[in-house]
């Protein structure tokens, strides 16, 4: 529904409100008008696909999926790079940080930097027709496709064929992105005017429908709901790249188990015992940083290019956890390696979860225009979002410093740490609602003024992470 | 936004509104404001998560996302299955058939099936709370562990150990959705009565919410939006997994380039050709196959339980793609198999494209219910939506009975017709747009009513694809 992409509404006049509805293809500028009057009126018709439009909202969902997975995708060659358990890992490490992690984050950010493009052409363009949906396929087609050329100019830095071939793909995805909206929001309203014309004069009706032109509205910050759509995909794909390892590799060959566990299957699976441990630890993660985003994205009105690209990198973070899971269920014997992979992976999770702390920094900023109105700096709800938001940064932390002065930790613990997180949420919850009724009435039998509050919160919280 | 999952409105007096207001966990019974009374307003507060209540819109979405992912992922294995070439495929297929293909289609149904129950839970459930949230994310980990236990069920049928885990998967995930209607739906609004009233005491205010009951819709259709964004999920993974392959193995090695090829990159990609092909191929049928079911869910206003099954079975359909992809690249040389191959292809296509055009009759069935009201069986806009629906199965028919007929056949072939259809889908919407022009001018003169047109169009329709 087109509703969605909607700012929050300015009374319009009634005339205005039909001259907008007169040009179906176009965002106009003007049509910030409220839910009750047009917008309503617009749904009902964006969804109708009445004269061959329709609404571009689920072709905006689907391409968000799309390219989600595509900028997520390419952590695959890195898990799979063979790593022999005799070698150091920070040798073969920086074997993989040369090439396959700078193709990973580069294609993710030439892939969020396409996905950023498309935002702002669907800002442009409100509804669609076929012609114009089949163009945006052939498009997604291309942006797929840009992770193997940057493979290529990875594998081959001095053949110039890997750039090359990247380029033709950017220049083609510009070219159908300028046909889009040059043929189509500018010129198609005369040539739809003109069939119309013609076929209205062979039918002998003389009904001729008003045509407005192109308006361009560069001021709308990135939409909220296409980031939370791409966060989406992106936290439902690495979530399923865990599974899809488990699936292929963890299933015991028939014959061993005839062989080596006499037959007996509940052995066989106890064998791959951390590796199942690994993938809750890692689902549970995984999970908890998509319910933290969706936690702050609900208290976000608006979303400015700074906190889109906060997300970009905490996401790009978020898709480096496939590799941290491949790494600490490789090396599960009691070696150098194994702290060094948990390391890693705490690295991975405290930058990517800091990054979602520093989206609520940069809301808090401009605190009126960005947050909702009730979650005021040092309210209730406040409190409870920043609990949440520095759960795991700490976390991470902790445990980073346990492995320095821990002497027998492993990757067992590690995991069954993951899966206690949740519980901590929970109890974080409880724990700040409790101390906030008790200091709300403590200070309200002190002192009337409530502001003192804040530092007492802060306390509070932090006394209940550690 | 929970506006997204409401039935079309009945006025309903202003009295009820506020008491459904006052119950936000449950999705009322006579929930059916219309957008410009209550509905706006339970946006607003949807939107703003006010006293730790949160719209489920989101929690949803990422649902779908997880549970299609999962559900199409089991179609790895299978692909990932080495035929050997000088192997005859049928021999290899009886294999591939007794237990992988057996597992994609078995696990693809009872991960829809744990969907559906998902779906109807959150008809119930209207918005969330953190509880509820993380609860969500256990029974989504659940559910992506179900194919795991189904391939330990498929390669150890003597053993009960994959039965018993998939059994203990299915009662939990049973039993976190009973807790989460019996507690937190009916049990909840009492102990959260009895908390502010408890917290209003010691604060000394006197304020206490009214709190209603627990109300069940179970004549409300499977949820559209939902539907939509599941297919979404499985379409979209089905593209990038074949991009997936390609960029893992279709990148030459610096040494064998620098050997064979003499250090010349462009001739070693020239090898890959077939490959980029089929790439290019599958991906041009996954987009359109989705355009088709974009244009035919636009078209329809409510889904009843049996378009539902018939969507799910064309999914599963879809999610073999990948298989006839793997297939088809396989096999580039021209060999029995590679026919065989081509004829896989065409017949999966033939069948989830069958399976559309098959939600599209059972709409049909109930056209004043299903359908948006100016889509009339025999008007314009159904010619369209018939065009379009049936233009794949006959592709695929055609290209199957052309396997037969030619002697020199190959996937290349194949594969160019894959990416042409998109230009029919064009050529499609201007010839029938033209017939219909030209049709309406004759029958307006030959006879007043125009009933007769709707064979026409099928003629002229089937005349376009041949």
């Not at 009730?374 to 980073?400: C, D, N, Q, R, W």
């Not at 109890?427 to 101390?435: E, K, Q, S």
């Not at 200070?443 to 802060?458: A, C």
Request: aromatic content about 10%; charged content about 15%.
């Amino acid at each position: 529904m087109s509703v969605l992409r909607r700012g929050n509404g300015a009374s319009v006049e009634e005339e205005e409100v039909m001259e907008v509805e007169a040009s179906p293809l176009v965002r106009s500028a003007t049509a910030d008008e409220p839910l009750q009057s047009g917008g309503s009126r617009r749904r009902e018709r964006g969804r109708s696909a009445h004269g061959g439009l329709q609404s571009s909202h689920r072709l905006l969902a689907y391409s968000d999926a799309l390219i989600s997975i595509v900028a997520t995708v390419m952590i695959l060659p890195v898990c799979h790079t063979k790593i022999r358990t005799d070698q150091e890992l920070e040798e073969s490490l920086q074997q993989l940080l040369a090439t396959k992690i700078a193709v990973y984050i580069m294609t993710f950010l030439i892939v969020t930097v396409a996905w950023a493009s498309h935002i702002r052409l669907f800002q442009v363009i409100e509804q669609i027709d076929d012609v114009l949906a089949l163009l945006n396929l052939a498009c997604m087609m291309l942006i797929t496709f840009l992770p193997y050329t940057f493979s290529l100019m990875a594998s081959f830095p001095d053949d110039k064929l890997g750039i090359l071939s990247f380029c033709v793909c950017a220049i083609i995805i510009g070219l159908i992105q300028a046909y889009a909206v040059l043929a189509l929001v500018i010129f198609l309203p005369y040539i739809t005017q003109g069939t119309q014309w013609c076929g209205n004069k062979i039918k002998g009706q003389k009904e001729i429908q008003r045509v407005s032109f192109y308006t361009f509205h560069p001021n709308e910050p990135l939409s909220k709901e296409r980031i939370e759509a791409f966060s989406d995909g992106v936290f439902a794909i690495v979530a399923t790249l865990l599974i899809l390892d488990i699936c292929e590799d963890n299933v015991p060959e028939p014959k061993e188990v005839a062989v080596k566990f006499h037959g007996k299957l509940f052995e066989a699976l106890i064998e791959y015992g951390p590796e199942f441990l690994a993938y809750f630890g890692s689902f549970v993660t995984v999970g908890l940083l998509w319910f933290v985003h969706h936690s702050l994205f609900l208290y976000i009105t608006k979303s400015t290019r700074l906190m889109g690209l906060l997300n970009t990198v905490s996401l790009a973070f978020i898709g480096g956890l496939p590799l941290a899971f491949q790494l600490t269920h490789e090396f599960a014997a009691k070696s150098h390696n194994e702290i060094e992979a948990i390391q890693i992976s705490c690295v991975i999770i405290f930058l990517a979860s800091l990054f979602q702390f520093a989206i609520w920094v940069a809301a808090l900023h401009n605190e009126k225009e960005n947050l909702h109105h009730h979650i005021h700096y040092g309210g209730k709800e406040h409190a409870f979002m920043f609990a949440k938001l520095s759960l795991y940064p700490s976390v991470a932390f902790i445990t980073f410093c346990l492995t320095y002065i821990l002497s027998r930790f492993s990757t067992e613990i590690f995991h069954l740490m993951q899966i206690i997180v949740p519980f901590a949420f929970v109890l974080l919850r409880i724990i700040v609602r409790i101390a906030l009724v008790i200091l709300t009435w403590l200070f309200s039998r002190l002192k009337p003024r409530t502001s003192v509050l804040n530092e007492e919160e802060e306390s509070v919280i932090s006394g209940n992470e550690t």
